[in-house]
C-alpha cells in the first residue's frame, strides 16, 4: 500500500496535468469557478504547491521547479491558435507558487524549533 506523500505526490502531479491541459487546450475545455482568472490562476498555482510541499518538505526546491513551469506554460500560450500569453497571469501564477512555498518554509521552520524546544 503506497503512504500518504505517494498518494501527495500523485494528486499533485494530477493538479498540474490539469493546469496544462487548461493552459494549452482549447479554450472550451477550461472549467470556471466563476472568479477573475487572475485569482484562478492564483488559486491553482497555490493548491498544486501546497500538495507538493506536503509531498516532499523542501518548499523552496518546490518552488525552484514550478516558477519556470509556470511561466513557460503563460508563454506557450502564444504557440495555441484562440490564446495569448498575459503577464499579469504569469505573475499571479508566481505570487500563488511563491506564497504557497513560503508559508510551507514557514511552517516547517516552525515545527523544527518547537522539537527543538
Partial sequence: ????????????????VT???ATLGPAGWQFRLGLH???EHFLAYFAVTTIFC????R????AAVLLPLALLLEAAQGLT???????????SAAAGISLAALL???????RQRRQKA
Fill in 1 to 16: 500500500m503506497p503512504d500518504k506523500s505517494t498518494w501527495l505526490r500523485l494528486l499533485g502531479v494530477a493538479l498540474l
Fill in 19 to 21: 493546469i496544462m491541459i
Fill in 37 to 39: 482568472w487572475l485569482v
Fill in 54 to 57: 506536503l509531498a516532499w518538505p
Fill in 59 to 62: 518548499p523552496m526546491q518546490v
Fill in 81 to 91: 491558435p484562440d490564446r495569448t500569453p498575459d503577464p499579469a497571469t504569469a505573475l
Fill in 104 to 110: 510551507a518554509d514557514l511552517v516547517l521552520t516552525l
